[in-house]
């Protein structure tokens, strides 16, 4: 009865688990260049709870465990929004935009123009150009995006949108709701096939339908499980009591 608990309470904690990622995704699902998350989970075979080593392998017993959780980078959907500060990536680059923890990477490209001029993220972060973050001048005017990313204006050029990619994007790290970080010995290189789409924006990708057919099948499967676990744990205290009684 033992393993059939522990069993249950692996599982109950996996389903936990995605449970997490799948209401995250969610609440993401007007986040601006958000990348759905999906959890891997795996099995891991032990033998029983019990005294003694059995080598049979039908003396074994399987759990659940959490092994990772995985990006869904694949484009999302853009949508024209006519603002000449919105800007949509075309391809698999990444913005560079410079947080108080290092360079990070995004494809939110709802840009603002900060106090000091600088062109950065909704969430306040300068975006790169090739020689820093790119300042507009109070007297500019015709703010113009190109599709290599060249920021011009009336008068002149401002400088040029810094696109990087990565030979293994799936090893970036979230850092925050559309921002990755890039793990020691993951090098960004100059994105070549990447354009930049101005009056646009990469919404989220996530299906907010399919995530919630799923949020109702972790639901189902969690209520089946505890109860089921409920159900041992009711048969091993009724075989405590029964056994505990005396003869009369």
Known sequence: MENALLIGLSRLTALRRAMDVTANNIANVNTTGYKADGVVFEEFVDTPARDGRFAGADRRVSFVADRATWHDLRQGPVQETGNPLDIAVSGDAFLVVQTPRGERYTRNGALQINANGELVTSEGYPVLGDAGPIVIQPQ????????????????????????????????????????????????????????????ALEKSNVQSVVEISRMIEITRAYTSIAQITQAQSDLRRNAIDRLAEVPA
């Open 140 to 199: 500019d005017r015709g703010l113009a995006i190109a599709s290599d990313g060249s920021v011009t204006v009336a008068n002149g050029t401002r400088g040029r949108l810094r696109l990087v990619e990565f030979a293994d994007p799936s090893r970036l790290q979230k850092d925050g709701s559309s921002t990755f970080a890039a793990p020691a010995g993951v090098q960004p290189q100059p994105a070549t096939l990447s354009r930049v789409v101005q009056g």
